[in-house]
């Protein structure tokens, strides 16, 4: 069974800090692709942040380059963004995506809410 659990959200202060995670299991992390991505209410889910399988390369919505970083860890099967300067337009629902060849699954979502 293909899970993605996604844990670490919450409030943060407007240039604070939080560092999601996603736990992945039931398919072949290691050669997914794995991203993030955010849906604001009353907005279109939007691509936050990518990681390939082999190589670590990443990308980044212009939004948020410079602030968050993207890492994953395969003997773990987790991917992690880090996110600095938290900005009240961050706030969001937060999803953790895999995307294989022919499959793609999402998380469940996680709440983050940057406001003072």
Excluded at 16 to 34: E, H, P, Q, Y
Aim: charged letters at 15%; a positive charge.
């Amino acid at each position: 069974q293909v899970q993605l659990v996604e844990s670490g959200g919450g409030l943060a202060q407007p240039g604070g800090s939080l560092r999601l995670s996603c736990a992945a299991s039931g398919f072949a992390f290691n050669i997914a692709v794995m991203s993030w991505h955010r849906q604001a209410p009353g907005k279109e889910r939007e691509l936050v942040a990518d990681i390939v399988s082999i190589g670590g390369n990443t990308h980044y919505a212009d939004s948020v380059k410079g602030r968050f970083t993207i890492s994953r860890d395969n003997a773990k099967k987790t991917v992690y963004p880090q996110m600095n300067s938290l900005k009240p337009e961050d706030t969001a629902v937060y999803y953790c995506n895999a995307q294989l060849m022919y499959q793609r699954y999402w998380g469940q979502g996680t709440q983050v809410t940057v406001s003072s």
